[in-house]
């Protein structure tokens, strides 16, 4: 049986995640997960492939707020859902992330010069709000479930959710000179009970009303080498490892992990069953 063993929020993208025992699904993936966003002077948004330090940002959720924790630079409570209670916020503001250039609330001067601080550059913290509008490329999601118009995302990289199971992990282990921790992935859910990557096999997956369409494997990149609890890079594995054996079919990047497209609402919990409903030939990703 396949059973969820692990849920992650990531409330800030690329700061510390947090592990929780149930999430619930909203339209662009688990509640409050990369809701807000960190972006330079320009509005253009920073991860750890350039700022490892975000890794030091530690994240809370209140009712009410977001809280921020540095350890140099302490804590800061951010409302979640009342944009004027944050001084210096006014309309929302155009950033850019990837090739996406969207409308994000304004997380106010306080945020701002918190993150600046923090990382000792000109920063500011935005919000997904009713004015952003992200969705995926339908092109991007594997041909057996694509739609007509991609589904919404918040501040994730790519897709609403990503899946990475203990088995893959316990393999990849096995190859290292020296073993990782699940947290180097930054998974939304981490499942066991299946084989090592038989997740690339798999179609659709199943936990009580909520369906999960499998829509491509994910990608990996340099944040995979950064230690989560030092923001430090820590040499060039996992990806040096990876890339002997699960290159993506083009050979232009390695893959560990699924990203997840859902239908339906509701709730998971850890330990909650997962049901493969359908699977796909592996060929679709076969490696090089």
């Known amino acids: 049986m396949v059973q969820i063993t692990g849920l992650f929020v990531y409330p800030v993208k690329s700061c510390r995640g947090i592990s929780l025992e149930q999430v619930e699904l909203g339209p662009r993936g688990f509640l409050h997960d990369r809701e807000f966003l960190v972006v330079d002077g320009t509005g253009s948004f920073l991860t750890q492939r350039t700022v490892p330090e975000l890794a030091m940002v530690r994240i809370a959720l ?4 977001l809280i921020l924790n540095h350890a140099t630079v302490g804590e800061l409570r951010v409302p979640f859902d009342n944009v004027e209670k944050r001084r210096g916020a006014g309309a929302p503001r155009k950033v850019r992330i990837f090739n996406d250039e969207v409308l994000a609330d304004d997380g106010g001067d306080e945020a701002a010069e918190w993150f600046t601080a923090a990382l000792q550059q000109t920063c500011r913290l935005v919000q ?20 007509s118009q991609g589904p919404e995302i918040s501040f994730t ?3 609403p959710t ?11 282990n096995a190859r290292l000179p020296k073993p990782l921790p699940m947290d180097r ?4 859910i981490v499942v066991r009970g299946c084989g090592p990557y038989e997740e690339d096999s798999w179609s659709t997956i199943r936990t009580g009303n909520v369906v999960f369409a499998c ?15 030092t923001g430090m890079r820590d040499g060039s ?19 560990f992990g699924q990203y997840l497209v859902h239908s339906g609402a509701g709730k998971l919990c850890v ?17 090089k």
């Open 62 to 65: 209140s009712d009410s707020d």
């Open 157 to 159: 990289d790519a897709f």
């Open 185 to 188: 992935f930054r998974p939304n």
């Open 162 to 172: 990503l899946l990475t199971s203990e088995a893959s992990l316990a393999d990849l």
């Open 128 to 147: 997904t709000g009713a004015s952003y509008v992200r969705s995926v490329p339908p092109d991007e999601i594997a041909p057996a479930h694509r739609p």
């Open 271 to 287: 330990g909650d069953a997962l049901e493969v409903e359908s699977v796909q030939p592996i060929e679709k990703n076969s490696l």
């Open 215 to 229: 829509a491509t494997p994910n990608l990996r990149c340099v944040i995979t080498t950064i230690d989560q609890q």
């Open 237 to 255: 594995e996992p990806l040096r490892t990876l890339a002997t054996y699960r290159r993506a079919p083009d050979a232009s990047a390695v893959m």
